[in-house]
């Protein structure tokens, strides 16, 4: 992600916008002294994006890590399966065992609507995305490949 771009056009917007409301040296001094604290706090700001947005992808691919990196000073996405020997569940593993789920109907419609959004039964989301959180791939039949560039 080029984060330098986004903030010196906001720098240079707030500096035009100091220069367009006259030429009071106060409103200068004050318009300089936000503009030195708005540009850390923008930064800070690009820099929560992009955990989100890391999050948001690490959410919709199963199965892989999602990585916020640092490079040359901007964030970068990294993205990577997982490892495999660590994800693997047993060849012979049954799916045979029964759980009783008390949910509050609008989180069950959430859950409906996350296992419809993928193309699954809730019962098939809700066992790959356990499977996924705790460190067990389960069999889905979909391959993922490629990579994410922001």
Do not use: C
Request: charged letters at 25%; aromatic letters at 2%.
């Amino acid at each position: 992600m080029d984060t330098t771009l986004a903030i010196t056009r906001f720098q240079a917007t707030l500096e035009q916008q100091v220069l367009l409301a006259g030429s009071d040296p106060a409103v200068e001094a004050a318009g300089r002294a936000l503009l030195g604290a708005a540009v850390p706090a923008v930064r800070g700001l690009v820099f929560d994006l992009a955990e989100q947005a890391a999050a948001e992808v690490r959410a919709q691919l199963p199965g892989h890590a999602v990585d916020l990196v640092l490079e040359g000073g901007e964030p970068a996405l990294r993205v990577r399966a997982e490892d495999a020997a660590r994800t693997a569940a047993p060849a012979d593993e049954a799916a045979d065992a029964r759980v009783t789920l008390r949910l509050s109907p609008r989180l069950k419609e959430l859950l409906e609507e996350a296992a419809s959004y993928t193309g699954e039964s809730l019962n098939s989301w809700l066992v790959r995305t356990l499977s996924v959180q705790t460190g067990r791939r389960h069999p889905r039949g979909r391959r993922v490949e490629g990579t994410i560039e922001t």
